[in-house]
């Protein structure tokens, strides 16, 4: 076998792989023009930047079987690339220049859809928010959604296996997978799309390829699962008091409303502040400013969306007179609903217009997360002064983005390979010490993989690390995500 590193002197040899590949996979199937290659070796949150051989753009499952072989044939290394809207850097190839990004977005193709089965097969390529407007056409719903939607692609999504606001109901993306496809480091398929309700033919190993972030395998389809669409929703912006206050409240409703409590979101005042001057348009649902926010929805798929309502507002009603709430209002219609959450997606696009931060996705037990958050970030805060720590995100799963901006005058790129980096290992040494994880729903990718190897359980690590030897012994498939060599 040809290694990245006989490639990386020779380049007739370069050359003869790419043509092989332009061979197989036709003129829209190869770019190396550095223009267009441009937009996808940066990652959303501009913080890596790499270099590659070239692009390739399959079309079709068989097509990535046959590249992976090239790729195999060759030792060129692949970077999998949906719509690079990750924020680990796990889509992002390394300085060196001998990988290929392997783009899944012409594989975008829905095979079938069905009502009836409440399923859906789709393409790696196909981005949520058209997965989304298909499960609605068909009088359904996809039970994910997250502020990406307009470029996370289904393959990315299960790679990471993504959350989002609906985690509290409806589960992480590996709840929503009945069926996979993956082309394997050899180049063989696996077709795990059949779905059975019970099959215990030993490992489940759709779980495995789900969450492994590109290094186990190409997903090129999956079956999804769709629920009946929605009849009613009811959006409500509540400011509060405290954080535990917002613990409370969620404590409250679950034990009244669990079956229709969808989301849980909770906003500090900063990043509201930060998405008002930031977002063209956004306006305060609330007249006073107060320390927290929740953005709280209940939906429900049954006939009589009136009854959700009252019901809601009964125990609002409740919430408020113990004063556990300062303050609320219920969206009146499905716009203002859309606005309270273009608020809360629009925090991450605010916070990267006020300059650098490191930027951590926790989860500590559900039930310690106020704590830990009271306790974390006047601590951070003290040991590094100029520093602001915001959290916000899914309370609800106990998982919050726990964000330390920068003080003024930072300079973006020097700041996060100094300062930033120990901000970073102090918070996910209080995440291990408060028994966390320092991935919630991102992933590892290239951010955290040194973290990962850092705190990880070495029985963990282990695991992982004999999975990755069996399913990828030449290490072709994202190195250096997620697990080092
Ligand atoms: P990419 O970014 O292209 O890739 C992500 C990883 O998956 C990489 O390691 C890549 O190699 C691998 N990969 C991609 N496609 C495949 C494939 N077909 N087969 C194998 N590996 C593959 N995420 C959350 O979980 N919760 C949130 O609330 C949330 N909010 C977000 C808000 C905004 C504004 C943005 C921009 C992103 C948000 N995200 C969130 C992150 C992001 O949308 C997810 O990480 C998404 O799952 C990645 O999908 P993608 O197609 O963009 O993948």
Redesign the pocket.
């Known amino acids: 076998m040809t290694t990245a590193s006989s490639l990386r002197r020779d380049p007739a040899l370069t050359a003869r792989f790419l043509d092989r590949v332009r061979d197989l996979l036709g003129p829209r199937g190869l770019t190396d023009d550095p223009d267009l290659l441009l937009p996808w070796l940066t990652d959303?949150r501009g913080r890596y930047t790499g270099r590659a051989l070239a692009m390739a753009s399959p079309a079709s499952t068989a097509e990535v079987a046959a590249l992976v072989q090239l790729c195999a044939e060759f030792g060129v290394p692949l970077?999998?690339?949906?719509?690079?809207?990750?924020?680990a850097g796990?889509?992002t190839p390394d300085a060196s220049g001998t990988a290929i990004i392997l783009s899944?977005r012409r594989m975008n193709a829905i095979r079938t859809l069905s009502a009836d089965d409440g399923q859906v097969i789709c393409e790696?390529g196909v981005v949520l928010q058209s997965l989304q407007n298909a499960a609605e056409a068909a009088g359904m719903r996809f039970p994910l959604t997250?502020?990406?939607k307009g470029?996370?692609?289904i393959?990315?999504?299960i790679?990471?296996n993504?959350?989002?606001?609906q985690v509290l109901r409806h589960g992480t993306m590996r709840a929503q997978v009945l069926g996979l496809e993956a082309v394997l480091a050899d180049g063989s398929v696996f077709d795990g799309l059949a779905v059975l309700k019970k099959d215990n033919r030993g490992f489940d190993l759709k779980q495995l390829l789900i969450g492994s972030?590109?290094t186990l395998?190409?997903?090129?389809a999956a079956c999804l699962r769709l629920l009946p669409a929605p009849t009613g929703r009811v959006t409500i912006w509540a400011g509060l008091a405290s954080i535990t206050a917002a613990r409370s409240v969620l404590q409250r409703l679950q034990a009244r409303l669990g079956d229709v409590l969808e989301g849980f979101e909770v906003v500090p005042a900063h990043c509201l502040a930060s998405v008002l001057a930031h977002q063209a348009g956004a306006r305060a649902p609330l007249a006073q400013a107060d320390p927290w926010n929740a953005l709280i929805e209940f939906v429900t798929s049954g006939d009589d969306p009136v009854a959700l309502r009252e019901a809601v507002e009964t125990v609002l009603g409740e919430v408020l007179e113990q004063g556990l709430i300062a303050d609320a209002v219920i969206a009146a219609n499905e716009r203002e609903a859309e606005a309270f959450w273009a608020l809360r997606?629009g925090i991450?696009?605010a916070e990267r217009a006020l300059g650098p931060a490191m930027q951590h996705d926790i989860s500590v037990p559900v039930e310690k997360m106020p704590e830990f958050i009271l306790a974390a970030s006047p601590a951070l805060e003290a040991r590094f002064p100029g520093c602001r720590a915001v959290a916000f995100g899914h309370l609800g799963d106990g998982n919050v983005h726990f964000h330390v901006l920068a003080p003024a005058g930072a300079v973006a790129g020097v700041w996060e390979e100094t300062e930033g980096k120990t901000i970073s290992a102090a918070v996910h040494d209080l995440v291990r010490d408060w028994g966390g994880s320092i991935s919630a729903?991102?992933?590892i990718?290239q951010m955290k993989v040194d973290e990962l190897a850092r705190l990880a359980d070495p029985v963990r690590l282990g695991m992982m690390r004999a999975i990755k030897q069996a399913l990828d012994p030449a290490g072709l498939l994202?190195p250096g995500?997620l697990l080092r060599a």
């Open positions: 959303w970077v999998p690339q949906g719509g690079n809207s990750g924020m796990g889509a899944l790696a997250l502020g990406g470029s996370a692609t393959g990315g999504l790679a990471t993504a959350g989002g606001t972030e590109g395998g190409i997903v090129t997606d991450s696009a729903e991102h992933g990718g994202n995500k």
